[in-house]
């Protein structure tokens, strides 16, 4: 199970084929969720018993929470469908059923879940009826469980013609109402049940092309029916149980219902995929209350508390006083940097300074808003609360208390990029041609200039380190002053675990390198290859480390000579893009859509052993002219058809332009792809299905 609890290191994005393999051990059981500002999938509905709250949504995304929705357990998933219908009878018993009409029942208030059987057609709307009963409406049929949907009865609530029944709603286990299309006369209709649904009353709105999607009695005289007419909202109220229907005007266009409910005879609320609206005088008058969320599915536990999810995967609690509050999902977040300070104390920063922190291991996590007033970058911390960060273009800050308070302490016109700190006082920070070092916590600095940007940088001692500048490992033995190449190119990432001991990863033509150095860098010999678009290591001890792409995690035992993986547990489009090891079991991971993951179970990557796919399953792309200037003809092969991805990256691993996300047929393709606004370097571009990535590493000269 993934746990919820509230709250790039640069990434080179060399992809190469990514190969998946089967699993005897979920990566559920290896990864916990840290961070609930994400949302694995799409929401569709909500839905609570007594004691628990319940999200479920596309491809068998099902969610639990005990306190309110502060903190979330995603139940081990049981269908690849989509969930649609949510209902409970009391705390125990539940029923799901998903958008290919398949049902589940769980009597252990959620926890697990049995298949019991496959409804013959597509569900509108299922309700409870009672303490045991069910109702279920579809086209032109209902039908009715009394034993919490083991055995059902189906019947033509209305024989005489053909309807489409698109709502259904009962107030308790004998009286209910049916919403109805009549396909003859084009009429809205809603029929009512005083017992059970054994018979039927048909009662005509009079009011034509209304799709009826919700209903909702306060008592069993007052009511009201939401729906669409013509594109737009509709609404009508009865006051004598239904049998006599008048027109109301919410006054809200193109919108989609997806919620109705009432406190009381005077407040009531609609939910659309637009926005929630909200009445104070019985449904005379409407205002909007909550807008421009992209609504997909709303819970109204009463007047003070209203729950929903957005199409921007944020799930949301908004009180009467519409304050809102993200419990989580925020899609716009993507985290791509780890600073380890200590068990307890952990940073992590992401695109447009938008940088969170924890202060008890991941339990709960914090917006830094400091952080995103000084435009905070990139962070280096030395123990628990002494660390330094890169601000805006090159300004240098400095904190004693993990980032409450920061002060500045250096700045220059140079854009800098990098930092490493060997202990509170000697550290280096780097940037375009530049590198400064200070000896004394960053009360003076000493400047020294560059042939290039160094990408990265580490140092054993206040002399010896080693960075990645011109596509090359360098080693410095004077303090960062003078660096000599050593010969090892195409360099994406090191680790050092002393100054004789490192690895390197280098990217070739369909491989990322595993190279390892006994003898300062001297020498690099050939360890293993990886056949994926691997872009950091890292070595815990001389014989433990860690790789990873963004989709899996590679953990060695014998110094780097054989690897075995396990997928992410996450979607299909987020990408992981930093991780950090502070033990050989521990880890941290962030990625896409605010997405933090902690295992403590490192080990436990020991499943999956890899073999490079067969030729006709491989990804073909390539361009020409390369190197270009300005214009390069793509070419890419597709072994299937299905859904492609093809973006270009630049040296950081920076997406900077999407060419396709789309459906395409199996074979031959070709784009053109213009670099005007591109600067000269290397950039990468990737094609990506569903199962693979091919890359090709292109060259702009200006």
Known sequence: MWIYSPMQSRILLIILLIVTSSSQLSSQNIFQLRYPYMTPEPVFVISSNSTNLFLAGAYGLLLRSVNGGINWIEIDKFSNSDSRFNVWQGSSAGLLCTADSNVYRTTNSGINWVYTMKFGFKVNDIKNLGTSGIFVCSYNLAGKSSNGGLNWTFFLPDSSTVNNYQSCYFQDSSTGFLAALELSTNYAFIMKTVNSGTVWYKYNTTIDNFIIRKIFFINSFTGWAAGERFGNVCLIKTTNGGVNWTEQYPNMNEADVNGLYFSN???????????????????????????????????????????????????????????????????????????????????????????????????????????????????????????????????????????????????????????????????????????????????????????????????????????????SIQKSTDGGVNWIPQGNNHAIDFCFTNLSTGWSLNYADSTTEIRKTTNGGLNYSLCSKLPNSIYKIQFIDPFTGYSSDNNLVWRTTDAGITWKSVEYPKSEYLNINDFWFSDANTGWFCGDNSMVLNTSTGSSININKFTFPSSDECLSINNYPNPFNNQTKILYALPVSGKVHIKVYNILGQEIYSFVSEFQSKGNHALEFNSSGLASGIYFITLKNQKYTGFKRMVIIK
């Open 265 to 471: 005879s005077n407040i009531g609320f609609i939910s659309t995929n637009l926005n929630i609206l909200r009445t104070s005088n019985s449904g005379i008058n409407w205002s909007v209350f909550i807008s421009d969320y992209g609504i997909t599915a709303s819970n109204f536990s009463n007047d003070s508390i209203i729950h929903f999810s957005d199409s921007r995967g944020r799930f949301i609690r908004v009180n009467g006083l519409n304050q809102v509050d993200t419990l989580f999902g925020q899609k716009n977040f993507r985290l791509d940097k780890i600073s380890f300070a200590s068990t307890n104390n952990i940073y992590i920063s992401g695109s447009n300074y938008k940088n969170f922190r924890t202060t008890n291991g991941g339990a709960n996590w914090e917006y830094d808003y400091t952080a995103g007033f000084t435009h905070i970058k990139r962070m280096f911390f030395t123990g628990p609360n002494i660390g330094f960060a890169i601000a805006g273009r090159g300004s240098v800050l400095s904190t004693v208390n993990f980032g409450n308070n920061w002060q500045a302490v250096y700045d220059t016109t140079a854009e800098l990029n990098n930092l490493f700190f060997l202990n509170p006082t000697t550290g280096w920070i780097t940037g375009n041609g530049i590198i400064l070092k200070t000896n004394n916590a960053g009360l003076n600095w000493q400047r020294n200039y560059l042939r290039g940007e160094m990408l990265k940088i580490w140092f054993g001692n206040s002399l010896s380190g080693y960075s990645i500048m011109n596509d």
